[in-house]
């Protein structure tokens, strides 16, 4: 059964750190892409940041330079760092991993930024 978990979510003021964590079982977690979409309120889900088997990294341009994603193939872990967050960096932050013929979310963790 494909499971993605996420956590570290909560309530920060702006300008605070935040991290996630996904920790996935029942997949091959090493052969897939993992990302983070968000979700805000009224808003569609946007992708937030992504990260290739072979660690290669790409991130949305509204979050370049305050966040990082990174893997731990032997945990089947993937993270997100968040610094500097800001009110509108508030959503729902979804795990996701993905190959060819293979789609898998987690259930989110609310991430809330305050001003």
């Known amino acids: 059964q494909v499971q993605l978990v996420e956590s570290g979510g909560g309530l920060v003021q702006a300008g605070r750190s935040l991290r996630l964590s996904c920790a996935a079982s029942?997949?091959?977690?090493?052969?897939?892409?993992m990302a983070w979409y968000r979700q805000a309120p009224g808003k569609q889900r946007e992708w937030v940041a992504g990260?290739?088997?072979?660690?290669?990294?790409n991130y949305a341009d509204s979050v370049k330079g305050r966040f990082t994603i990174s893997r731990d193939n032997a945990k089947n872990r993937v993270y997100l760092q968040m610094i500097s967050l800001k009110p509108e960096d508030t959503a729902v932050y979804y795990c996701?991993?993905?190959?060819?013929?293979?789609?898998?979310w987690g259930q989110g963790t609310q991430v809330t930024v305050s001003s």
């Open positions: 996701n991993a993905h190959r060819i013929g293979f789609d898998s």
């Open positions: 029942g997949i091959a977690f090493s052969i897939n892409t």
């Open positions: 990260i290739s088997p072979g660690g290669v990294k």
